[in-house]
């Protein structure tokens, strides 16, 4: 078989997530994945036909422009769709950058092909690469970005819908989101449950944070399955209220902000194309050229005569934050609030290095203590 079949295999089974029995109702989720289907159809047709009326809610397709409308008071319903490019500044690798991204680095794991790791069935037979990988990107050791910040700005000022992110890095929650702000799409390390259908006991980060850091393959107390982290392996579906929430969300956004994601996954990336959204402002590194031909059907369009919504700022996300945070006139805030929760957590992570060193010396200490021989009869 050629290098080019084998990819495109890896890529379809990428893609397709299916359900597994305990996450979700699968009648809820037929639902759901029907109704939306209507929904892009519906976009097609109108954008393709002309049916029904395109309204512009931005005087300019700028930065500014979207900066207006957040400060008219027209825009309430905000959306952000996030993916590993608002933690790469943080330290925490991404899945595809050439060279840098996860999946460029794991040929000591001896996987028979990268995305393995993150295979559902993989896992069960050999569980010691994730593991390994996940004491390496475990979360608690990295800080929230600025863009992390961002969102969480917009949350306070009562401007933030939804977040839905592909991250598992617990970060958006690390920054003060709390679960009903987040639909986390891919899951979440927040908790971990046995993987045996018969059992399912549920544990917390602490718990999967001890069996990791001590090189223990995390087994269930009571059945003695492996236990996993609640994130979406590939051979697993996003989580049920990604399909139910998305129905409200949607129809009612008023902007959607799209932050470090090629928007290659689905369907975590055919949400830009189920619903009509009044305005995209999208912040990433390089513009996608596919993004240009996603115009048709309720996707983005930038640059062709049609365009009238969508913005596209190319610059790191944390750069595209701040600059429009400047333009709403909050970049002092946010600046101060990315200052005072950084030297918050550094102050948290060293209290809890002393107590941790104070409780490794007391142990060295007792295991130092030569017992005293006992005394001849």
Not at 128 to 141: D, H, I, M, R, S
Not at 165 to 182: P, Y
Not at 330 to 340: G, I
Request: glycine share 8%; hydrophobic share 35%.
């Amino acid at each position: 078989m050629s290098d080019s079949s084998e990819s495109t295999k890896k890529e379809e089974v990428e893609e397709v997530t299916p359900e597994p029995e305990e996450q979700s109702d699968d009648s809820s989720e037929e639902e759901a994945a029907g109704d939306t289907d209507m929904d892009f159809l519906r976009n097609l047709f109108s954008s393709t036909l002309g049916l029904g009326s395109a309204d512009k809610v931005l005087d300019e397709l700028t930065m500014g422009g979207v900066a207006q409308y957040i400060n008219s008071g027209k825009c309430k319903n905000i959306i952000c769709m996030v993916g590993a490019g608002i933690s790469t500044s943080a330290g925490i690798p991404d899945f595809r950058s050439p060279g840098t991204g996860l999946y460029a680095n794991l040929q000591k794991y001896n996987l028979p092909y990268p995305e393995a790791i993150f295979q559902i069935d993989y896992f069960k037979k050999h569980p010691e690469p994730f593991f390994t990988l996940a004491k390496e990107l475990y979360p608690g050791q990295f800080k929230p970005t600025i863009c992390h910040y961002f969102i969480k700005m917009l949350k306070d000022k009562g401007l933030l819908r939804r977040c839905y992110t592909q991250n598992i890095d617990t970060l958006e929650r690390v920054a003060g989101l709390e679960g009903e702000d987040l639909i986390e799409a891919h899951g979440t390390f927040y908790t971990s449950h046995c993987v045996s259908f018969c059992c399912r006991k549920e544990y917390n980060l602490d718990w999967m944070k001890e069996k990791i850091f001590s090189d223990d393959i995390p087994k269930c107390d009571k059945c003695s399955s492996l236990v996993k982290p609640d994130i979406v392996f590939f051979g697993e579906n996003l989580p049920v209220r990604f399909f139910t929430s998305m129905k409200s969300d949607f129809p009612n956004c008023d902007l959607l902000i799209i932050m470090g994601t090629s928007l290659q996954v689905q369907p975590f990336a055919s949400l830009v194309s189920r619903y009509c959204i009044s305005c995209f402002l999208v912040l990433e590194h390089t513009a996608d050229p596919l993004f240009g031909l996603l115009g048709i059907g309720g996707g983005m369009d930038f640059d062709s005569d049609k365009a009238y919504r969508d913005v596209a700022h190319i610059s790191t996300c944390d750069d595209g934050c701040l600059a429009l945070a400047d333009l709403l006139g909050w970049k002092v805030e946010l600046e101060e609030l990315v200052k005072k929760e950084h030297a918050r957590i550094d102050s948290q992570g060293t209290k809890e290095k002393a107590s941790d060193s104070k409780g490794a010396a007391a142990k060295t200490s007792a295991a130092s203590v030569a017992p005293e021989p006992k005394k001849a009869e």
